[in-house]
């Protein structure tokens, strides 16, 4: 088995002298930034000024602009949008990098498809926890945490693994497990995760579960509660025990449905599709798409997200969850309205 580390394997001391400076606040960066602090480590956000600036604090982190921060720091984790990273770095980041220091990311993305070529004398690794950045934050409050990969791009210092493993250990990662990885890996498998399964697949399963009740003539609040709010409940199943966690807790009537119409639907045909879908991350086609969507101002990213939004699904679940007050409101740090070329 792969190698797992958790807290007592780390040493955390090479990373007590330096100054980390976050470049970002929304969902990754405010959980990185405030449990390193809280972790002992010395702490400074880098943003332009606006909303997440005021945030930041109003949380009590230091504040300053992406080129201070990066010129301070020993360790500079850049935690924007990934769509932004190239010209924010080119700018404000690269300008102010000197030799020694250690340039970290959360995903592959820019390094592994070219879009950030970093200089020779710094340090270049990731730090990806497996898991959103605001359960980041409330798994840390909570006393436990979400796992992470951690991968090595250029060692220039040598010193560029165990400083990632103590970044890995003070954003909480090392009560859940840290994993070794590559930027390839780590890029490829998190771009395929969440395209045909965490969020791609799972909302398309969820979207076609509803639509085919509600066109049948069902209610669509029945409808909601079936395919949506009790998925949560028995992924939590899955989380704890895995599969069979899951079929503990269901009835036999559940069990037999599952093993007899789960692969009715979700099928060799699917996994083929799933490997068209990897294989364009793997050739770069659905990188390049992404970075073409951004420089024609994302077109289609804010048609698809307008008509998203106007799901019947998505109007009677609003409904449905203001009346269930112990529903935690969603998290409105991370923005989703229509990006423009003058929003960044
Ligand atoms: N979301 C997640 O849970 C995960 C994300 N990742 C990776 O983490 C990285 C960050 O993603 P994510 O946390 O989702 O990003 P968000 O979209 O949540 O955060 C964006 C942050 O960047 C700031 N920002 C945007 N443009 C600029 C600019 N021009 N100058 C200064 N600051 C700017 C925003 O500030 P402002 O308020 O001023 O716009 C905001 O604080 C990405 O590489 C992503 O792939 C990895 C694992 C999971
Ligand atoms: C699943 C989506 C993710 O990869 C994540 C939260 O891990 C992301 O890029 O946001
Ligand atoms: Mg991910
Ligand atoms: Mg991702």
């Known amino acids: 088995m792969t190698k797992v580390?958790?807290?007592?394997?780390?040493n955390e001391e090479v990373l007590q002298s330096k100054r980390v400076a976050i470049i970002g606040y929304g969902s990754q960066g405010h959980a990185h930034a405030l449990n390193l602090k809280e972790s002992g480590f010395d702490v400074v956000v880098g943003l332009r000024?606006?909303?997440s600036w005021d945030k930041a604090v109003e949380d009590g982190v230091e504040v300053k602009t992406v080129a201070e921060a990066t010129a301070e720091a020993d360790v500079v984790m850049v935690l924007l949008p990934d769509e932004y990273q190239p010209k924010i770095y080119?700018?404000?980041?690269?300008?102010?990098?000197?030799?020694?220091?250690?340039l970290a990311f959360a995903h592959g993305f820019n390094i592994h498809f070219s879009q950030i070529v970093p200089p020779e004398d710094v340090d270049v690794f990731l730090v990806a926890p497996k898991g959103p950045g605001h359960l980041v934050r409330r798994t840390y409050q909570e006393g436990a945490g979400v796992p992470a990969l951690y991968g090595i791009y250029q060692?220039?210092?040598?010193?560029?693994?165990?400083?990632?493993?103590?970044?890995?250990?003070?954003?909480?990662?090392g009560r859940a497990g840290i994993l070794q990885t590559s930027f390839q890996e780590e890029t490829e498998t998190d771009l395929f995760g969440e395209q045909a399964v965490l969020c791609g697949g799972v909302t398309s399963l969820v979207k076609a579960g509803f639509e085919t009740l509600t066109e049948a003539g069902y209610q669509p609040e029945v409808a909601y509660f079936e395919c949506l709010h009790e998925l949560k409940l028995i992924v939590d199943l899955m989380?704890?025990?895995?599969?069979?966690?899951?079929?503990?807790?269901?009835s036999d009537t559940a069990q037999w449905g599952d093993f007899v119409s789960g692969p009715r639907v979700v099928n060799e045909d699917t996994k083929a599709r799933m490997k068209e879908?990897?294989?364009?991350?793997?050739?770069?086609?659905?990188a390049k798409g992404w970075i073409l969507e951004n420089q024609a101002n994302r077109p289609q990213f804010n048609a698809i997200n307008a008509k998203e939004n106007e799901h019947?699904?998505?109007?009677?679940?609003?409904?449905?969850?203001?009346?269930?007050?112990?529903?935690?409101?969603?998290?409105?740090?991370?923005?989703?309205?229509?990006?423009t070329s003058d929003s960044n």
């Open 49 to 51: 000024k606006g909303k």
């Open 277 to 286: 879908v990897l294989t364009d991350i793997q050739t770069g086609a659905f």
């Open 155 to 173: 060692d220039a210092t040598g010193t560029a693994t165990e400083v990632a493993l103590a970044y890995a250990k003070g954003i909480g990662a």
């Open 239 to 250: 989380y704890e025990g895995g599969l069979a966690g899951m079929r503990y807790s269901i």
């Open 312 to 339: 019947l699904i998505e109007k009677v679940g609003q409904e449905l969850r203001e009346l269930m007050p112990f529903v935690k409101k969603p998290v409105n740090s991370k923005k989703k309205e229509v990006v």
């Open 5 to 10: 580390l958790y807290n007592n394997n780390i």
């Open 90 to 102: 080119e700018e404000s980041i690269k300008p102010n990098l000197k030799p020694g220091n250690a």
